[in-house]
């Protein structure tokens, strides 16, 4: 009897570490965790934004937008008049690469790409999106 209790016990215990986590369910440690992450790279979005290594003349985003000013995150997608189109914020930061920094343009995925757009956003944290919007 008591083999069979362990067993059963055992089968349980494999059936639930085999069931997949739900996605909201997390620890503060988890939380702690990823803004910390966050947070990280923020900071080095700042680093990439401040320091005029993304481009081949010096030049800086922060000369243009210091602290991200008028970058305007929470309005993406829209239409950008120097691209032609409905575009991403992603999209407009390569053109600023391209053209006043005289550089090349990062894909999307790219981790300094994610870098920019986290510091970017976090200047504008609390603004209420208005996509579409000038």
Same mark, same amino acid.
């Given at each position: 009897? @008591?083999?069979?209790?362990?067993?059963?016990? +055992?089968?349980?215990?494999?059936?639930?570490? +085999?069931?997949?986590?739900?996605?909201? $369910?997390? *620890?503060?440690?988890?939380?702690?965790?990823?803004?910390?992450?966050?947070? /990280?790279? !923020?900071?080095? %979005?700042? *680093? +990439?934004?401040?320091? %005029?290594? +993304?481009?081949?003349? =010096?030049?800086?985003?922060?000369?243009?937008?210091?602290?991200?000013?008028?970058? #305007?995150? $929470?309005? &993406?997608? /829209?239409?950008? /008049?120097?691209?032609?189109?409905?575009?991403?914020?992603?999209?407009? !930061?390569?053109?600023?690469?391209?053209?006043?920094?005289? %550089?090349?343009?990062?894909?999307? $995925?790219?981790?300094?790409?994610?870098?920019?757009?986290? &510091? !970017?956003?976090?200047?504008? @944290?609390?603004? /209420?999106?208005?996509? =579409?919007? #000038?």
């Amino acid at each position: 009897m @008591r083999l069979t209790l362990a067993a059963a016990f +055992l089968f349980a215990l494999s059936i639930e570490a +085999l069931a997949p986590a739900r996605a909201d $369910e997390f *620890t503060k440690a988890d939380i702690d965790r990823w803004q910390a992450e966050y947070q /990280k790279v !923020v900071a080095d %979005g700042r *680093t +990439l934004w401040t320091d %005029g290594s +993304l481009g081949t003349n =010096g030049v800086a985003c922060a000369q243009c937008h210091p602290n991200a000013a008028n970058t #305007h995150p $929470e309005t &993406y997608p /829209k239409f950008q /008049k120097q691209l032609g189109k409905v575009a991403q914020l992603w999209e407009m !930061v390569n053109w600023c690469l391209r053209n006043p920094l005289q %550089g090349q343009p990062l894909g999307a $995925e790219d981790p300094k790409m994610s870098a920019i757009l986290s &510091y !970017v956003t976090y200047e504008r @944290r609390g603004v /209420k999106l208005a996509p =579409g919007t #000038h």
